[in-house]
């Protein structure tokens, strides 16, 4: 599975961005994909994740109600829709698949993309 993330940028607080995760080489449908980031000097945090069928979610309580995940398979990518930033969200964000579950724990994943950049300003 090759996965390539986009769409991070500089926002203000307040603002939005959608990252998008463009899966290749396999059967995407078949994966479930997970987004995680890592701020600097910190470990890699779980914020989202979406089952293979797209019928099932699971948000990090700090994004709950401000993110939100979802998959088009016919383009091969998956979504986050990220709304009401807040400077704490800054951060490499990485999607992530595997074929076991849509877990919370960034192990469980096999596959990840290189990472985009998003960058909150107060």
């Known amino acids: 599975v090759q996965l390539q993330a986009s769409g991070g940028g500089l926002v203000q607080a307040g603002g939005s961005l959608r990252l998008s995760c463009a899966g290749s080489g396999v059967t995407f449908s078949n994966y479930h994909m997970g987004w995680f980031r890592q701020a600097p000097g910190k470990e890699r945090e779980f914020a989202a994740a979406?089952?293979?069928?797209?019928?099932?979610?699971y948000y990090a309580d700090s994004v709950r109600g401000r993110f939100t995940i979802s998959r088009d398979d016919a383009k091969n990518t998956v979504y986050l829709q990220m709304n009401s930033l807040k400077p704490e969200d800054t951060a490499v964000y990485y999607c992530g698949a595997n074929n076991v579950g849509y877990y919370d724990d960034s192990r469980e994943y096999d596959w990840w993309g290189q990472g985009t950049q998003v960058t909150v300003c107060s």
């Open positions: 979406i089952n293979w069928s797209g019928g099932s979610t």
